[in-house]
Structures are given as structure tokens and as C-alpha cells.
């Protein structure tokens, strides 16, 4: 028989511990918001369905894209015993500048859709936490409005070598002035990929005001409210745009471009180039022969070829192929979680994606008995 008896006030008080509830309101959503997915699911809420699932989806019937994640379940860390990691340094270098961490913003197209400070917001975040900003040719801010934001940020800039060649080298010669460092050649849209939901959801850029689309409004008044009240839609270097994703690649890309491209570039660029969308041994081989700086293991998030490699396994190859951090990469893009954080909180959001992703690098580090992101090789990780 248990006896009872009435808690003492005194015993009770210390067991409430109000919640400190945040004012603004951007804040009081992303105080609830603990990993990636959650960013995600707050993304889902505040942007319309069509502009989620521009950002979420990938192509044709999504293979790719599954693949690639499920890799990550593979990975295997073999973690090493009794190592003092009190001070984890999740730094590296690459191309002689200093990271905070082991990866940069990747380029991303129509930014500005998904939250109305797209890339000057992101940018921001990514020169508060010391992280490289990647900015595309087809981001909705200018290469010099970019750098006016974040003059200290690490920018590089990715080029989609159009039809008009000349007009490529003009853009190459803005992002020299203006100071970004690398330059990102992407090679794996040839022609735009089949995103499925794009077609589903009828997504042109900017939004058009449909039936439907004037029905989302009254479900995501903030996202109206900022796409109407500010600069309308444009690209860091094209013109304005009205017509599908799909046209527009279409329309800019030129499917005759070849590795002898690599070689004017490589005289009209003058520091690092490196080659983003490479999935085999050959064309890593071939990048490097062509001169390229480098390369991004890379089949654009699953959004051009669907059943294309997953990246993580394949990168182990190409890493012997062509020289090697654990698995292989320097360091890695990131595309979506970015995505998913400004879509749920803009400027704070990317940051907060930025911080989520740093804190599981130096915890994972100190796990496993590692000081340094140097440090680490393949005895710390294999794939099952
Ligand atoms: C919404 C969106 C737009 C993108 N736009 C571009 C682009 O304009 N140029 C480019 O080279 N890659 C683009 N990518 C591909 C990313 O640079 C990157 O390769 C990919 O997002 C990495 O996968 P992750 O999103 O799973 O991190 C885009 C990706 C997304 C999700």
C-alpha cells in the first residue's frame, strides 16, 4: 500500500519552468524547429503548393532523388574510442579560403519565389555563419546585389552556358569584378529535366493568377502580400521571364555544348572552375584533363535525369579516380535544407538550416573520436 501525501509548494516550484515564448513571430515559429525536416514541414505551410513542391520535387518519378537520400542510410561510422574532442574544428579549406564548415549554399534558381529576400537573404545568412554563397544564373537577385549585401561572404558563381556565348562571357566578367571567387559550370541540363509536379501544378515563373492560385491566397496571405509588395521577378542576368520553368531552360540552354567549351572558359575565367553535375570516373577524368579546378559529384538534387546515380555512391570511384576527405569530397553542396529554412523563416531561417547542419558536424565528429574535419578518412565511415 503506497501512502500519500499532499506536495509542499516548495517542492512544486521548482518543477515550473515557464517557456520563454518569442514576440516576432518568425522566431516563436523557428524556436520549435529542432532538425532539417522540421524546417521542412513549417516550409510546406507558409509558401504555396506549387512552390513547395518547385523546391521538394525532383524528376520524373522521383528515383533519383529517393536513392540518393537512402544512400545516407548506408553510411556506417566506425567511431574511435577515447579520443579528447573537446574543441571539434569543422573547418576546412578549399581553394585556399578558410570554411566554417564542410560545405556551401548551393546555386539555386527562382529563390526569390520562395521567399520575396531570396538570395540576398541567403547570402546573408551564409557571410554571418562563414559559409560560401553559390549564386545561379538563373537567381532572381543580381551578381553586384549579392556582393552589395555580403561583401565578406566566400561567393562563387554558377553559369549555364547559354546559346549566346557572348552574352556567358559578360556574366563572367561581372562576377570577376565583383568579386566571387569560383565559378560553378553546370553540365547535367543539357535540357531542362521532367519535373513532374511543376507540370502538375501548372508552375510558371513569376506565378500567374488563376482561379486557383487566387484561391492559395487566402491560405498563404503573407506569401502574396510580399510577392505583389515587392520587385517583381527577375534574374541575376536574363531579362524578365513569363512562361514555364521548362520553356525557359529550354529556351536558354544550349544542348551543343561540349568539353571544348571548357576550354574557352577556362581563358575567360581566371580562378578556380569547377565542373557541377559530373556522376562517373570518365568525365571526372576528362574534367580534370580539360583543366577544371575541380569537380561537384552531383545529379542537381534529382531534378534532370531521373535514375542517374546516387551521388554518395559513386563519389568513393571518382574520389580514387581523381584525387580524395573520408568518402572522398572536400566538401559538399547544399541545396534544399537551405531552401526549407527560408521558405519557413527567410534570413533567420537559412541561418537556423545553417546551424542545424553545423551542430550535427561537430557532434558526429566528436563522436566518432575526431577533432578535425582533416582528420577524417575511410576508416571512419563505410557504406553497408
Ligand atoms: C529549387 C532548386 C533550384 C535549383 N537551381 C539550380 C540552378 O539554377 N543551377 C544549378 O546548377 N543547380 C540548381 N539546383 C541544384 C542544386 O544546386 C544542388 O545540386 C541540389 O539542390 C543538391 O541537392 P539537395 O537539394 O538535396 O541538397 C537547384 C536545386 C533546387 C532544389
Known amino acids: 500500500m503506497v501512502r500519500r501525501r499532499l506536495p509542499r509548494w516548495s517542492e512544486f516550484e521548482p518543477l515550473l519552468r515557464p517557456e520563454r515564448i518569442p514576440l516576432n513571430p518568425t522566431e516563436r515559429r523557428l524556436s520549435r524547429v529542432h532538425t532539417i525536416p522540421d524546417l521542412r514541414k513549417i516550409a510546406a505551410r507558409r509558401v504555396p503548393r506549387a512552390v513547395f513542391d518547385y523546391t521538394d520535387g ?3 518519378r522521383e528515383i533519383s532523388l529517393r536513392r540518393a537520400r537512402n544512400a545516407f542510410t548506408r553510411v556506417e561510422f566506425h567511431p574511435q574510442a577515447l ?31 520562395m521567399h520575396h529576400e531570396g538570395e540576398l537573404a541567403a547570402a546573408r545568412a551564409a557571410q554571418q555563419a562563414g559559409v560560401t554563397f553559390s549564386l545561379s544564373t538563373m537567381g532572381t537577385a543580381s551578381i553586384e546585389e549579392v556582393a552589395a ?6 561567393k562563387w558563381f ?13 556574366l563572367l566578367e561581372r562576377a570577376r569584378t565583383a568579386g566571387y571567387k569560383a565559378l560553378l559550370l553546370t553540365v547535367d541540363t543539357p535540357v531542362g529535366g521532367a519535373r513532374m509536379r511543376d507540370v502538375r501544378n501548372g508552375l510558371t515563373v513569376p506565378p500567374a493568377l488563376t482561379p486557383a492560385t487566387v484561391l492559395d491566397a487566402a491560405i498563404h496571405p ?11 521577378l527577375s534574374f541575376a542576368s536574363l531579362h524578365e521571364w513569363r512562361g514555364t520553368v521548362a520553356e525557359l531552360v529550354n529556351t536558354m540552354f544550349d544542348p551543343t555544348v561540349t568539353f571544348a567549351d571548357i576550354e574557352w572558359l577556362r581563358a575567360a575565367w581566371p580562378g578556380p572552375l569547377l565542373l557541377k553535375g559530373i556522376q562517373t570516373v570518365a568525365d571526372a577524368r ?34 580514387d579516380a581523381v584525387a580524395a576527405l573520408a568518402l572522398g569530397a572536400r566538401a559538399c553542396l547544399v541545396g534544399r535544407a537551405f531552401l526549407y529554412g527560408l521558405m519557413a523563416g527567410g534570413e533567420r531561417g537559412v541561418g537556423q538550416a545553417i546551424s542545424i547542419l553545423g551542430e550535427e558536424i561537430a557532434r558526429t565528429l566528436q563522436l566518432l573520436g575526431v577533432r578535425s574535419i582533416g582528420e577524417l578518412n575511410r576508416s571512419h565511415v563505410s557504406l553497408r
Open 58 to 60: 525532383a524528376a520524373e
Open 83 to 113: 579520443h579528447d574532442v573537446s574543441n571539434p574544428d569543422t573547418s576546412t579549406t578549399v581553394f585556399g579560403e578558410r570554411w566554417a564548415l564542410p560545405f556551401a549554399l548551393a546555386p539555386t534558381g527562382f529563390t526569390r519565389m
Open 149 to 154: 549585401v555580403a561583401p565578406d561572404a566566400d
Open 158 to 170: 554558377q553559369l549555364y552556358v547559354w546559346k549566346d556565348r557572348a552574352a556567358g562571357k559578360d
Open 222 to 232: 503573407a506569401w502574396w502580400f510580399n510577392l505583389l509588395t515587392t520587385e517583381p
Open 286 to 319: 576528362a574534367a580534370v584533363d580539360h583543366g577544371a579546378d575541380g569537380i561537384v559529384i552531383s545529379t542537381h538534387g534529382g531534378r534532370q535525369l531521373d535514375r542517374a546515380v546516387a551521388p554518395l555512391e559513386v563519389l568513393p570511384r571518382i574520389a
